[in-house]
Nanobody, 127 residues
Framework: QVQLVESGGGLVQAGGSLILSCAAS????????MGWFRQAPGKEHEIVAS????????YYADSVKGRSTISRDNAKNTVYLQMNSLKPEDTAVYYC????????????????????WGQGTQVTVSS
């Protein structure tokens, strides 16, 4: 079992930045590809970014590409999502998720591929 706890959400003005953190316990995160998802009110979960086990491969949704950076520190069992130039449409609950993966350079884009989820952290961007 992997327990994931997100932090770093909050209220920020448009154009601002946030760094979300996802701390894991129970097992080492180095065995998992990691992802950040978000869900806005009335909308489906959508992938924001994914990072491979090694950290050498990343994937970004078009909506955040160029404004966000996903990273991981396997020694600290933590994954990060830095978001810049935030827009009101970024408002959502952000979830961290872990996908058991064999390949060290594989990213995961489908939420069905993820095995463990955090409780989420709210990000609200005011205009």
């Amino acid at each position: 079992q992997v327990q994931l706890v997100e932090s770093g959400g909050g209220l920020v003005q448009a154009g601002g930045s946030l760094i979300l953190s996802c701390a894991a316990s129970g097992r080492t995160l180095s065995s998992y590809a990691m992802g950040w998802f978000r869900q806005a009110p009335g909308k489906e979960h959508e992938i924001v970014a994914s990072i491979s086990r090694s950290g050498g491969s990343t994937y970004y949704a078009d909506s955040v590409k160029g404004r966000s950076t996903i990273s991981r520190d396997n020694a600290k069992n933590t994954v990060y999502l830095q978001m810049n130039s935030l827009k009101p449409e970024d408002t959502a609950v952000y979830y961290c998720a872990a996908a058991s993966t064999i390949g060290v350079r594989t990213t995961r884009k489908d939420r069905k591929e993820y095995d463990y989820w955090g409780q989420g952290t709210q990000v609200t961007v005011s205009s």
